[in-house]
Structure formats: structure tokens, C-alpha cells
């Protein structure tokens, strides 16, 4: 009996969250997830304070081998939070501001801007 109404349940919570998934939850999960790495964050740190900047500009702030950067740049942009734009042989990455509105247009939709700090 307890199996069945188990069951029951998961199947309950699982059609539920079928209805209400909207295409841009799935959206902010993946910016969620590429912010939930340290050292993205770092990254996104650096990024807001010089506007755009190359990758060897990042390592030589951060002190972490090119290839570490680069991937982490790569699901940053993957996740639209930065933007880059090619310049002769290198790369220039910069905040997509735009993403992060839609962040915190999703925590405000959760009532998180009303929350006591």
C-alpha cells in the first residue's frame, strides 16, 4: 500500500511539474548552473570591472592556467551571462547585462527582493 500511494505521489509531482515548467525556467537553470563555479564567479568579477577584455587579461588577474579560463568562459557564454567578439586573433569577452535583469527578474517573481537581509 505505502509503494502504491509512493507511486502515486511521484507520479502527482511529476505531471504537476510538467504543467508548470515554462521553456525560460530551463533558461535560468543554466545561468543558475554556470554561477554555481567560484571561480565564474571570479571571472564575471573581472569582466564587470574592465568592461571587455581578452582572456590572457583574465589569467594574468586571476593567476589560473589559459585552458581553466577559456572553459569557464565557454559555459559562461553557453549560458548568455557574457558576450565576446572577435578582434584580429583574439577574443574580447564582455557582461551580457541583459541576462542578469532576467535574474533578477526571476528572484523578484519569487518575492526574493521582499526577503529581510
Given at each position: ?12 509531482a511529476h505531471s504537476l511539474a510538467d504543467r508548470s515548467a515554462k521553456p525560460l ?9 554556470a554561477l554555481g563555479h567560484s571561480v565564474r564567479i571570479v ?75
Amino acid at each position: 500500500m505505502k509503494d502504491s500511494a509512493l507511486n502515486k505521489c511521484a507520479s502527482s509531482a511529476h505531471s504537476l511539474a510538467d504543467r508548470s515548467a515554462k521553456p525560460l525556467d530551463d533558461e535560468v537553470a543554466r545561468i543558475y548552473a554556470a554561477l554555481g563555479h567560484s571561480v565564474r564567479i571570479v571571472i564575471l568579477r573581472q569582466l564587470i570591472r574592465e568592461d571587455a577584455c581578452c582572456c590572457k587579461d583574465i589569467v594574468d588577474r586571476i593567476d589560473l592556467a589559459q585552458s581553466t579560463v577559456s572553459q569557464h568562459l565557454k559555459v559562461l557564454v553557453q549560458a548568455g551571462l557574457v558576450d565576446y567578439r572577435t578582434e584580429g586573433q583574439s577574443s574580447r569577452y564582455s557582461v551580457n547585462h541583459a541576462r542578469f535583469e532576467l535574474i533578477r527578474d526571476h528572484l523578484t517573481a519569487f518575492g526574493i527582493d521582499r526577503l529581510p537581509l
